[in-house]
């Protein structure tokens, strides 16, 4: 090996550290208390009561789960103190909750993507199944699903790996093969191109609204001449159905896609691509990579309260002024 190659493995190693130790440190903080304002935000009665606040209010306590399980030990990763990497059954236990609280957000807030569409069809009885009852089902078959999905994680991971990207990872290919394709296809690229269909279904339902809103304010125009009235009613419809529905959609989906799908990708490269001679050089690049796009997973789960309070409109807003104002008040 020649000392530029040792040079080049030695910046990469040292990058990857960094990135580990101070970029775990701000998602966990930028996350665990962004979810936390989201639960306690969420929990209150006005919006608990809707069924797509449900699914985003216990797809937040499954973020929380997912960062505390995941970054706490990447963390202490930093400083080479993560026990998950030396204790078979911790590392055991912190990946299945890791992935089952993972598959629970995403899915929960597909979910949410549907029962946005439900609500904005002109079909009644479609209008109708988007009720609290099914929320709760859709919730407990997610909750069902997720444990038997990666229940076999109990078995396959194991501590004090070598030839793997983390210490704590999938002992076997067999293994490895069926946890990666599990979770890049059923965790992230299902639920993402689920959530995108149905987001452009639901613009689409909502633009029809919109025409047909136009449409009438000039049928109401020709017989009332009263522009104010119909120019005013036109411009609430508008604000309510782009501000509130289709910009936090599409901004909550872009985001995740964004943070999400580079992981799927590189699952998909290093389970499909025949294990090759790699020289440590090309070693030290991929972990790399491949902790980044895990941290960038992590930003991900901490990232719906600030989408919520930015793009959710004046509902999710004055709620969390609410509760300010509640507390200030004991």
């Known amino acids: 090996m020649s000392s530029s190659d040792a040079s080049a493995i030695a910046a990469w ?19 665990t208390i962004g979810n936390i304002l989201n639960i306690l935000v969420l929990s209150q009665r006005a919006l608990r009561t809707n069924s ?28 080479t ?22 598959n629970i957000a995403s899915w929960l807030i597909m979910l949410a993507a549907i029962d946005r569409w439900l609500l904005s069809c002109r079909n009644v009885h479609r209008r109708q199944m988007s009720t609290l ?3 709760y089902r859709g919730i407990i078959i997610t909750i069902i699903f997720s444990i038997i999905l990666y229940i076999p994680v109990l078995v396959c991971y194991e501590a004090n790996l070598i030839n793997s990207p983390l210490k704590c990872y999938s002992k076997t290919i067999s293994c490895r093969l069926f946890n990666d394709f599990s979770y890049a296809c059923l965790t992230i690229l299902f639920p993402m191109i689920t959530m995108l269909l149905f987001g452009l279904m639901t613009i689409g339902n909502i633009n029809v609204v919109k025409n047909r809103v136009h449409v009438s304010s000039i ?8 522009p104010s009235i119909l120019e005013r009613t036109t411009q ?11 910009f936090m959609l599409f901004i909550q989906i872009i985001l995740l896609s964004l943070c999400t799908f580079p992981q799927a990708i590189q699952k998909m490269y290093s389970t499909l691509i025949p294990n090759e001679v790699e020289t440590p050089l090309r070693i030290a690049i991929e972990n790399f990579i491949f902790n980044l796009f895990l941290l960038m997973t992590y930003f991900a789960h901490g990232m719906p309260f600030y989408i919520y309070t930015l793009s959710g409109g004046t509902v999710f807003r004055n709620a969390l002024k609410q509760y300010v104002e509640k507390i200030y008040k004991f």
């Not at 609430?236 to 289709?246: C, E, F, Q, V």
């Open 13 to 31: 190693n040292n990058t990857s550290a960094a990135v580990n130790r101070y970029f775990s440190i701000f998602i966990f903080l930028f996350g």
């Open 52 to 79: 797509c606040s449900l699914f985003f209010l216990i797809s937040s306590i499954a973020n929380l789960a997912a960062i505390l399980s995941g970054l706490t030990t990447r963390m202490l990763s930093g400083w």
């Open 219 to 226: 049928i109401e125009l020709k017989t009332t001449g009263n």
């Open 81 to 102: 103190l993560d026990l998950t990497n030396t204790i078979n059954w911790l590392c055991k236990l912190r990946a299945f909750v890791l992935f089952f609280s993972r």
């Open 236 to 246: 609430t419809s508008k604000k309510k159905l782009d501000n509130r529905l289709s």
């Open 133 to 135: 009852k099914n929320a």
